[in-house]
């Protein structure tokens, strides 16, 4: 501490890093657990695409701390157990309850800590992940409410393969997939990046990429939160282009449970268009310094994107009730009108069945024919075959697309849906006491209520109380989530609105 006395602000704040980092060893019970822990789960991170500071994911900082917290509840694990137990924790983790290592510290030196009780803007924070050294603040405060939902889908993922690793049923590999990003949305922004060379590409790039994560936050501004961005923390280059060039590629999808109304769309024109204004106010733009943002779809993905230059195969999807019953009425339509090709055909087909009925009858001598069936001679004693054909199939093509049922055989499979429960986790001791030691330490912080459009915290009786993260750390209970995003993200737009 003796070292932020008689310095400013800006000084004390460029000298955190260190002293955070110093701060993080003494509090973490092994250091090397921990570091083995941080050195996976930050590759982990590079590889489901959520390690990105400036995008608006998290940075290095960010996963020490979250890392750290895990190794202070479960103080005797190996680096395994730690990572298994991280996705745990942060899956059931009531976000925007912060993550301290240790009590926020409020000395007499006059500089500004994270405090939501005093400072409005930290009540805004979505996932706020306090740092331990004076004067404490949010390391985090760049992620918003799509990046914070992305990294909780993986969380969950993360998660999932742990439990899999414990039953012997995946291996660790399993883990460290790669995320299919151009797989995962079927629709997405491509924002290119033009420069006149590389140097000059450099340090646009870099501009535009710090300015990524607003045209998150436009979006969802203008859209009330119903459409949803996932910006990808990779630029991708095209070498075909004579010109210094690389782009970003940022998902879209409606937000889940939203009621969609037929028709309704998405207007962004303008969002983009704000968006590159602010871009366009760089201090030191050059000439030939360009940015392009145009909406693509999946199967308009550029191949230079891809690792071996070309898109991956997917797999032909089977034709649903819906498609099929489309088929059927097109058919039946097809010969009400007419069409003696498509009739001829169908008598055809009829007759061959009918047939192969008969003799398979006459060769395994099972019981007399039923009275309603139908005869193979049926269309050859018709006076008019067209007309016969058009009569008999045009009603029983009718009958089966009202009934549902399958035509030329194609049987189609109901598939169930079922959502992910995931199960009941296996609780051992360790983890009980670990919910005791949550739920009592740093006691003192207030309840979430909604003031002003952000999250404040204070008693019943609206005196504010000190921090802690007893009350917000219930890991092994079971938390909604989706109703906690709503509730922010209705808070988010509130906030921006007035």
């Known amino acids: 501490m003796s070292v932020l006395y008689d310095i400013d602000e800006p000084t004390a704040r460029s000298l955190n890093g260190c002293r955070v980092a110093d701060q993080i060893l003494k509090l973490v019970p092994n250091i090397e657990h921990f570091r083995t822990t941080l050195r996976c789960l930050k590759f982990w991170a590079k590889r489901r695409g959520v390690y990105s500071n400036v995008t608006g994911f998290l940075g290095g900082v960010n996963w020490a701390l979250l890392v750290a917290r895990v190794c202070q509840f479960y103080p005797n694990a190996n680096a395994s157990m730690l990572v298994s137990r991280f996705f745990r924790v942060y899956t059931l983790w009531r976000w925007p309850n912060p993550v301290m290592l240790c009590e926020i510290e409020d000395d007499e030196l006059g500089f500004s800590v994270w405090d939501p009780r005093k400072n409005p803007w930290d009540r805004c924070h979505h996932m706020p992940i306090i740092t331990p050294a004076y004067p404490c603040m949010n390391s985090s405060y760049n992620v918003s409410i799509s990046t914070l939902r992305v990294m909780m889908e993986q969380f969950q993922f993360g998660n999932k393969i742990c439990e899999d690793i414990e039953l012997n049923k995946a291996e660790w590999k399993a883990l460290f997939e790669p995320y299919l990003f151009f797989e995962s949305y079927k629709n997405y922004l491509q924002v290119d990046i033009i420069a006149a060379d590389s140097d000059d590409l450099r340090a646009w790039k870099g501009w535009v990429e710090s300015r990524l994560r607003q045209l998150t936050l436009m979006i969802e501004r203008d859209t009330s939160g119903k459409l949803q961005c996932h910006p990808y923390p990779h630029d991708y280059i095209d070498n075909s282009k004579q010109c210094a060039h690389c782009a970003f590629f940022m998902g ?17 024109r303008q969002t983009v268009d704000e968006f590159r204004h602010q871009i366009n106010l760089y201090m030191y733009w050059k000439p030939g310094m360009e940015i392009y943002v145009s909406h693509v779809r999946r199967k308009q993905i550029p191949a230079y994107v891809f690792p071996e230059g070309y898109k991956r195969s997917r797999h032909p999807r089977p034709m649903g009730q819906q498609q099929l019953d489309r088929a059927s009425s097109e058919d039946a339509e097809a010969c009400r009108t007419g069409s003696a090709e498509r009739c001829f055909k169908r008598k055809k087909e009829l007759e061959e069945m009918e047939l192969k009925q008969g003799s398979l009858e006459k060769r395994q001598s099972i019981s007399p024919q039923r009275r309603d069936s139908v005869s193979p001679d049926l269309f050859s004693r018709s006076t008019n075959t067209l ?31 079922s959502g992910s429960s995931g199960g009941k986790m296996e609780h051992h001791d360790r983890d009980n006491e670990i919910n005791a030691n949550m739920t009592t330490s740093n006691q003192g912080i207030g309840a979430q209520t909604s003031d002003a459009g952000c999250i404040s915290y204070a008693n019943n009786d609206g005196s504010p109380e000190g921090f802690s993260q007893g009350d917000i750390c219930e890991v092994n209970s079971k938390l909604c989530f989706d109703s906690g995003c709503k509730n922010v993200a209705g808070v988010f737009e509130g906030g921006l609105r007035g």
């Open 252 to 268: 879209l999808q409606r937000k889940q449970g939203e009621v969609i109304q037929e028709g309704q769309q998405f207007d962004i």
């Open 387 to 417: 007309k016969g054909c058009s009569s008999i199939e045009s009603e029983m093509i009718k009958e089966r697309a009202e009934s549902c049922q399958p035509i030329d055989g194609f049987i189609p499979q109901a598939i169930p849906c």
